[in-house]
């Protein structure tokens, strides 16, 4: 059964193949090469199923999607869904630069990674689950792997960035992980 992953980013492509691939069985993940749609949706989940649901319409296949990104306590919530615009030109390091400087002086730096996985069927019967990995903003880099917020993302209870981390600590950790592998039961039963 073949299974299309709803997603342009060759970071998430790499990172979902390597977290599902010994879980996934008889299903095949397949690459998305159609239009990008608006994720105009007001929480991970909402565009977790938007970007889902395009891909399945695209391709006539089941589709799977995820929508994440770093919520900062202090800053009520912010960036959440628009982690990958926050700082308006969808450049890692300037997300990051405008986050450190956002909490310049503040003491709380409780956040969360929230990730939302979405499954869409050809038949339109869908199904989405949250994960939230929580832990810290540090005060500046460190670590040169992951993506994203990683290197200024400390998990709870380590004392590393997850940037800090091997692919394969933070693949049995992260968000990412919790998320999918809660969806996988439900799309083991739905495929058959």
């Known amino acids: 059964m073949r299974v299309v992953l709803a997603t342009h980013n060759d970071h998430k492509v790499q990172e979902l193949r390597r977290i599902l691939g010994p879980d996934l069985g008889p299903i095949e993940l397949v690459g998305y090469d159609g239009p990008e749609p608006v994720e105009d949706g007001e929480t991970f989940e909402a565009n977790a199923l938007i970007k889902a649901r395009a891909a399945a319409a695209h391709t006539g296949l089941p589709a799977i999607a995820d929508d994440s990104g770093i919520a900062v306590d202090a800053l009520g919530g912010a960036p959440g869904i628009h982690s990958a615009r926050y700082a308006g030109t969808r450049n890692d390091a300037d997300n990051v630069a405008l986050l450190l400087e956002n909490l310049r002086g503040v003491e709380d730096r409780a956040a969360h990674f929230l990730c939302a996985a979405a499954a869409v069927?050809?038949?339109?019967?869908?199904?989405?689950?949250?994960?939230?990995?929580?832990?810290?903003?540090?005060?500046?880099?460190?670590?040169?792997?992951?993506?994203?917020?990683?290197?200024?993302?400390?998990?709870?209870?380590?004392?590393?960035?997850?940037?800090?981390?091997?692919?394969?600590?933070?693949?049995?950790?992260?968000?990412?992980?919790?998320?999918?592998?809660?969806?996988?039961?439900?799309?083991?039963?739905h495929l058959g």
Do not use: C, M, N
């Open 121 to 189: 069927l050809p038949d339109g019967t869908e199904h989405v689950v949250l994960a939230d990995w929580p832990g810290t903003v540090l005060e500046q880099r460190a670590g040169e792997g992951g993506f994203g917020y990683d290197p200024i993302f400390r998990p709870e209870g380590l004392e590393v960035s997850s940037a800090e981390l091997t692919a394969e600590q933070k693949d049995a950790l992260s968000h990412r992980r919790q998320a999918f592998s809660a969806l996988l039961p439900w799309l083991r039963v």
